[in-house]
């Protein structure tokens, strides 16, 4: 018989948030009255603005008609798209990145799941714990871990971000070829500033590494020191590859388009040690897999870049952080320690306890749900995640139902 690839056994079944919508549909069922708050969820609520979804329909016109009929579009995208990334979010920065070195997408999750794959099967990978879990098991699925004892897996190296180091992950110990690196971080809502990226790249450098920079979250950063883009640090080029997304910048996650950075001077070695361009074989990658994102889609992207665009993403991730404000004045009000929140959609609390009983104690007494940290690596145990991505009104209502339960305590 056919046998499977045995390492998708290896994998943990997806228990963090099966288990948070399986407590909350018990609670509902058991109080049918109660009103329940979500602030766990990592989707955005708000509407596409109209801007965006004036030039969403266009596109779909011009599909509807012979004359602007389009069939395959370009492998990575079309040029008015690519064009308007590299000139608005990195030459407007003082980042070099060319349009031809942006590689349109359906997602930041598949990019950061799928370049792996066009790395060496015995790459030494590193992660940050607590991880975006994608990171981790696409790794688990090409093979390169071993086990999953204790909470981690066998053979990846695991970055401690913690309080002690402000959840800023030191650098690694032992040999390491590739990290993935994540600001503003999910879960932790931490951002890092240019001299700590500036570490983090030459290091890189030095031990001819690779960095793969998610920057899904970048739209949220207001801090003017704080970069948006890796290739804001000179020598970036060299050794990082960025994996950004339209879905929290301008609620694309239904609509679906993202895109990947990989730089022309980007090399890893082949099996006899000569430089190999990682642009040329992720473009080989995508040209066989991916037949290109939605016309329309990339319309709808493109006007994110208008004026009209710009203004009205940006009132909706100013909504969004002043939810995190909230969260945070009103949870540091009660006397837990807050990170994030600032410059992140997510705020990550000290809990005082392990993070299921504070899940279940919210639940239970105050009918909110936030995600547990320990569901997020080892690290994560004793935190939850608080997303901004609710309503004004759900997460004030929130707020006010968690001061009444006078947690009152001193975790910092
Ligand atoms: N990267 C991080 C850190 C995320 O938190 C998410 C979504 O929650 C993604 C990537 C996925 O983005 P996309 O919707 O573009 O697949």
């Not at 794959?117 to 090409?142: C, F, G, K, Q």
């Not at 704080?226 to 590859?241: F, L, N």
Request: aromatic share 12%; proline share 5%.
């Amino acid at each position: 018989m056919i046998r499977i690839n045995t390492n998708y056994a290896k994998l943990q079944a997806s228990y963090l948030f099966a288990t948070v919508a399986k407590k909350v549909a018990a609670f509902r069922e058991a109080h049918p009255e109660q009103e329940i708050l979500r602030l766990g969820i990592g989707d955005v609520t708000r509407a596409l603005p109209d801007s965006i979804v004036a030039a969403f329909r266009r596109g779909v016109e011009e599909m509807g008609n012979d004359r602007t009929f389009r069939g395959y579009g370009p492998d990575y995208g079309y040029e008015f798209l690519r064009e308007a990334i590299a000139a608005n979010d990195y030459l407007a920065r003082g980042a070099k990145v060319e349009a031809s070195e942006i590689f349109v997408s359906d997602g930041a999750k598949c990019d950061t799941g799928n370049f792996q794959e066009i790395l060496s099967a015995d790459a030494r990978v590193a992660v940050p714990d607590p991880v975006y879990p994608v990171y981790v098991d696409s790794n688990v699925m090409a093979g390169r871990t071993g086990s999953f004892r204790d909470g981690r897996y066998e053979g990846l190296v695991y970055l401690d971000s913690t309080e002690a180091n402000g959840f800023i992950p030191a650098l690694p110990e032992t040999p390491v070829d590739v990290v993935y690196l994540c600001f503003p971080n999910n879960p932790t809502g931490a951002v890092a500033t240019r001299e700590q990226l500036a570490a983090w790249v030459d290091w890189a450098r030095r031990h001819r590494a690779l960095i793969l920079f998610d920057a899904a979250y970048e739209a949220f950063i207001r801090d003017e020191r704080i970069p948006h883009s890796i290739y804001e640090i000179p020598g970036a080029r060299e050794v990082a590859v960025e994996f950004r997304s339209f879905s929290k910048t301008a609620g694309f996650t239904g609509t679906r388009c993202a895109f990947t950075v990989v730089p022309r001077e980007c090399v890893a070695a082949d099996a006899a040690g000569r430089p190999v361009s990682l642009h040329d074989l992720w473009s080989r990658r995508q040209s066989t897999k991916l037949n290109g994102v939605s016309y329309p889609v990339q319309v709808a992207a493109a006007a994110v870049y208008s004026p009209e665009g710009k203004r009205q993403t940006r009132a909706i991730v100013d909504f969004y952080l002043e939810n995190a404000r909230l969260i945070r004045e009103r949870l540091s009000g009660m006397g837990f320690a807050c990170t994030g929140g600032d410059n992140s959609p997510y705020v990550w609390v000290k809990t005082g306890m392990e993070s299921w009983k504070f899940f279940d104690l919210l639940l239970e007494e105050a009918g909110v749900v936030c995600t547990p940290g320990s569901g997020f690596g080892r690290c994560g145990e004793g935190y939850a995640r608080f997303s901004a991505f609710g309503s004004r009104e759900s997460t004030l209502k929130a707020m006010e139902r968690i001061e009444a339960l006078e947690l009152a305590r001193e975790v910092g």
